[in-house]
């Protein structure tokens, strides 16, 4: 069975100090891998698919890396407007797997 | 182009009724997916449908049903609700492939009393 973990669940920062978040995925057959950001009380808002090890892809301030068995996601330089809970996701078939998410906090 | 939508945004329900929640896809999209979010349980895949046909179905009971109409909208209907079935319901839609990404409408936050 499919399994996403994400770490931490809860990572809160100072304006400009950047960080990483972990999604680790036991999946028979990537079929992708994506990120989400949600904020409270909406729905999921895509950001980046990752199809194989070794890609990476940017948007302003993220960047998405995958390996076989993981993917990160950086943030540099993070502004109060980054606060959200970050969702990776994996694909098998036409479902998604959702990880637990992590929250994060950017203090000015 | 527009995102997708959902209908109605908030509903209030008690034990034993059913609901139906309405999702109108991105233009173009074939393929819609329903997930539900609770706090305990995270997001979960309900089904999906792609050209009137259910594709794929997670691991709900029978209470939880959905259909596809020509024009890609779709409707989901839970039947004799419980008071655990309160939550967020999210609607997806995707161009067509198995793997390319989806988009979420905003939800419909339902709460059963």
């Known amino acids: 069975e499919d399994q996403v973990t994400q770490s931490p669940e809860a990572l809160r920062l100072q304006e400009g100090e950047s960080s990483s978040l972990n999604c680790s995925y036991t999946?028979?057959?990537?079929?992708?891998l994506f990120w989400y950001r949600q904020d409270p009380g909406k729905g999921p808002e895509f950001l980046f698919t990752?199809?194989?090890a070794g890609e990476e892809k940017e948007k302003e301030r993220l960047k998405a890396t995958l390996t076989k068995k993981e993917s990160f996601l950086h943030i540099t330089a993070p502004k109060p407007e980054d606060s959200a809970t970050y969702l990776c996701?994996?694909?098998?078939?036409?479902?998604?797997?959702f990880g637990e998410g992590t929250q994060l906090t950017v203090n000015p | 182009k527009a995102g997708v939508t959902q209908t109605p945004r908030y509903l209030i329900k008690t034990r034993g009724q059913q609901v139906t929640l309405s999702c109108s896809p991105i233009?173009?999209?074939?393929?819609v997916s329903w997930y539900q979010q609770t706090p305990g349980q995270g997001l979960q895949f309900l089904f999906e449908?792609?050209?009137?046909?259910?594709?794929n179905k997670g691991n709900f009971p029978g209470r939880f049903s959905g259909r596809q109409f020509s024009n890609s909208r779709s409707e989901m209907n839970v039947s004799t609700l419980e008071l655990g079935d309160s939550a967020l319901y999210l609607c997806?839609?995707?161009?067509?492939?198995?793997?390319?990404?989806?988009?979420f409408g905003p939800g419909t936050r339902l709460t059963v009393l």
């Open positions: 997806a839609s995707r161009w067509g492939s198995s793997y390319n990404e989806q988009f």
């Open positions: 999946v028979s057959g990537l079929r992708g």
């Open positions: 990752l199809y194989s």
């Open positions: 996701a994996v694909q098998y078939g036409s479902r998604l797997t």
């Open positions: 233009s173009g999209h074939r393929s």
């Open positions: 449908y792609f050209s009137e046909t259910q594709r």
